[in-house]
């Protein structure tokens, strides 16, 4: 429970994790998270934290991050749709689901209620993170030792931590497509660039034949000599010469 102390503690870990992401290299900045993670779990008494994104695969929210404070860990890449149907549904559309039970679940999330026993779970927080307008992920949180009420002052607080994650994440995002489209671009050049001395050596090629054919020195000089000067083009060499008697 966050109480007068701790909440200064809290804005002191808030700002320094938004400082710290600003500037941080994408390569840096799923650590970065996970490290935040621990820290929230850590001083608000929570035994782990997961964080989800929606990806562009119509897949709905995929666990990205995740840390425990013992070594059981959700699988890497699961999706909430498949253990978590109901809440995801409810995190998608907007909305925030405090659990202080996990027992309070409605009948219809039976699926989410066993996922929850499975894995331990006695009570739960999950808060919906955007971005841009948009549902850009999840942020949950457990309890695995005791129950816990949710004060309106801690889903505030990790609503905020939400938002620092989703501006670091997106701009990672962000920087990596944008890394991504440059080497393309560069890649684009390059072929380009093959394509264009490729064209030059087939026009050097065909230039050079119709050369010999038509237009070389020996040709010239051959015409040169022939009575019929009034063109030097071989056909009207051939047109002459079929006209002439014989």
Same mark, same amino acid.
């Given at each position: 429970?966050?109480? #007068?102390?701790?909440?200064? &503690?809290?804005?002191?870990?808030?700002?320094?994790? %938004?400082? @710290?992401?600003?500037?941080?290299?994408?390569?840096?900045?799923?650590?970065?998270?996970?490290?935040?993670? =621990?820290? !929230?779990?850590?001083?608000?008494?929570?035994?782990?934290?997961?964080?989800?994104?929606?990806?562009?695969?119509?897949?709905?929210?995929? *666990?990205?991050?995740?840390?425990?404070?013992?070594?059981? =860990?959700?699988?890497?890449?699961?999706?909430?749709?498949?253990?978590?149907?109901?809440? #995801?549904?409810?995190?998608?559309?907007?909305?925030?689901? /405090?659990?202080? #039970?996990?027992? +309070?679940?409605?009948?219809?999330?039976?699926?989410? *209620?066993?996922?929850?026993?499975?894995?331990?779970?006695?009570?739960?927080? #999950?808060?919906?993170?955007?971005?841009?307008?948009?549902?850009?992920?999840?942020?949950?949180?457990?309890?695995? /030792?005791?129950?816990?009420?949710?004060? +309106?002052?801690?889903?505030?607080?990790?609503?905020?931590?939400?938002?620092? $994650?989703?501006?670091?994440?997106?701009?990672?995002? $962000?920087?990596?497509? %944008?890394?991504?489209? $440059?080497?393309? !671009?560069?890649?684009? @050049?390059? =072929?380009?660039?093959?394509? @264009?001395?490729?064209? @030059?050596?087939?026009?050097? &090629?065909?230039?050079? &034949?119709?050369?010999?054919?038509?237009?070389?020195?020996?040709?010239?000089?051959?015409?040169?000599?022939?009575?019929?000067?009034?063109?030097?083009?071989?056909?009207?060499? /051939?047109?002459?010469?079929?006209?002439?008697?014989?």
């Amino acid at each position: 429970m966050i109480t #007068s102390t701790n909440w200064h &503690h809290f804005l002191t870990i808030l700002g320094r994790l %938004s400082a @710290k992401f600003v500037n941080l290299p994408p390569e840096q900045v799923d650590d970065e998270v996970e490290n935040a993670q =621990r820290q !929230i779990c850590e001083m608000l008494g929570l035994d782990r934290c997961t964080l989800w994104q929606t990806l562009d695969d119509g897949r709905g929210l995929v *666990l990205t991050h995740m840390w425990a404070r013992t070594f059981d =860990r959700y699988p890497a890449g699961m999706l909430a749709r498949e253990l978590f149907p109901w809440i #995801s549904t409810q995190l998608l559309a907007g909305r925030t689901v /405090r659990l202080p #039970s996990v027992e +309070d679940l409605p009948p219809e999330a039976e699926s989410d *209620l066993r996922s929850f026993h499975t894995f331990g779970v006695l009570s739960n927080l #999950s808060v919906p993170i955007s971005a841009g307008g948009k549902i850009f992920g999840a942020l949950t949180f457990a309890a695995l /030792r005791d129950s816990r009420q949710w004060t +309106d002052e801690e889903v505030e607080y990790l609503e905020l931590i939400g938002q620092v $994650f989703s501006n670091a994440l997106l701009r990672k995002r $962000f920087d990596e497509h %944008s890394k991504t489209s $440059f080497n393309d !671009i560069v890649k684009l @050049k390059e =072929r380009l660039e093959a394509e @264009k001395e490729y064209l @030059k050596d087939e026009a050097r &090629h065909y230039t050079g &034949h119709r050369e010999i054919i038509g237009e070389s020195a020996p040709v010239k000089k051959l015409l040169s000599g022939c009575p019929m000067r009034a063109s030097s083009s071989p056909w009207a060499v /051939r047109r002459q010469s079929a006209s002439m008697p014989g």
